[in-house]
């Protein structure tokens, strides 16, 4: 995932949509339009890809590190176009290859997990991930600081898991950084909502700066489902 997208704490935003692509449609209603629009081209994408792998197999592994590539190029591109204000029309174009290289990128989890482990994932991340995010707009809170803080935490966690990779190696360690890691990212849904409906109530209407805030959340709830989805893989293998 493209944590950098979360590093967006600047409130002076300008209003610019010179494009005029849907411009007449509320902010936060197209952050979750193009929010829903990543999961139905990634969902294709990952479905057509695991049935593909099926008969050739060797093309997973291009997928997964095209796609990885693929979605750091692009999100690095849609966060330039939402700063500068550039073309919607190209922040869109680059926003759909990237839905199509995360599609690519988690299509090996198509193949490794069964159809009821992958609903009931699904199901459970809509509802952790809606939860945390109706939170975050009806909150009355301020969570800038708290955006602060997780980010830290983010970049801390990243450095105690590298050096459990090249020096502790412990699984007991490693376990308790992908917990911080999935608290972060849970963290995030709320900061990230909250942060559209200040947006809307300040008047925004830049399309290319709602694509930017739609892959924020989406890169969280990718997260949040490969996690969740682990733990009912475990949790089944158990019984």
Request: charged share 10%; hydrophobic share 50%.
């Amino acid at each position: 995932m493209d944590n950098n997208t979360h590093n967006f704490q600047n409130e002076d935003y300008y209003q610019d949509d010179s494009s005029g692509i849907i411009t007449e449609v509320p902010f936060l209603a197209k952050s979750y339009l193009f929010l829903g629009l990543a999961m139905f081209v990634s969902g294709l994408v990952g479905l057509g890809l695991g049935k593909l792998t099926t008969y050739y197999p060797e093309i997973m592994m291009y997928a997964f590190y095209g796609g990885a590539i693929a979605v750091l190029i692009t999100s690095f591109l849609i966060n330039i176009n939402a700063y500068k204000r550039k073309s919607t029309t190209a922040t869109l174009v680059a926003f759909i290859i990237y839905s199509i290289a995360m599609g690519a990128m988690i299509s090996p989890v198509f193949i490794a997990l069964s159809g009821d482990v992958l609903a009931i994932s699904f199901g459970i991340t809509a509802l952790v991930f809606g939860g945390l995010a109706l939170y975050g707009h009806f909150s009355k809170r301020d969570f800038f600081g708290f955006g602060a803080f997780i980010t830290s935490l983010l970049f801390g966690g990243m450095i105690i898991s590298l050096l459990n990779f090249l020096i502790f190696r412990s699984f007991e360690l490693n376990y308790i950084i992908e917990m911080v890691f999935f608290g972060v990212f849970l963290g995030y849904v709320i900061i990230d909502s909250n942060r559209i409906k200040r947006l809307q109530l300040a008047g925004e209407t830049s399309s290319s700066l709602a694509i930017m805030c739609a892959m924020q959340l989406y890169s969280d709830f990718i997260y949040i489902f490969l996690r969740i989805a682990l733990i009912v893989l475990n949790s089944k293998s158990k019984k």
